[in-house]
């Protein structure tokens, strides 16, 4: 989890505050709330997974995400357009699509049977708003 904040929050060379990126502590707090959310949440359900396997699936499961921040990173330096973005767009979803299936695989299996829509909808919401925030990043 820490590499995909250190490599979304990355400005390139310049270091001054006009850049228009994300703060460190922003993604950071994103991150590590919505990791110890969804974890909380699978307890209150009944599941019978303990706190830090869940918080090891989610963070292992943002690895998809992760490649996908440097696939369209590699992408923005390329020249902007609608191909640029809709590139990115596959890419993002592609692998969004692949960290909850990855991610609701073992944390919906270890909730009781009617509560695993509950469960993996946080899931769903947490990569999401990762997702759009690699999707929606760029450099200024």
Sequence with gaps: MLFLCLRM????????EKDGGPHFAEVFVIVWFGAVTITLNSKLL??????????????????PLT???????LVLLAEPGQINFMVRLFVV???????????TAFLADSQPPNCKALAVY???LFYFVISWMILTFTPQ
């Design 9 to 16: 929050l990355q400005r390139g060379f310049a270091d001054n």
């Design 46 to 63: 009944g599941g019978n997974i303990s706190f830090f396997q869940s918080l090891c699936v989610l963070g292992y499961c943002i690895l």
């Design 67 to 73: 490649v996908a921040m440097l696939v369209c990173r």
């Design 93 to 103: 979803t592609v692998m969004f699509a692949w960290s909850i299936i990855a991610s």
């Design 122 to 124: 946080p899931v769903f």
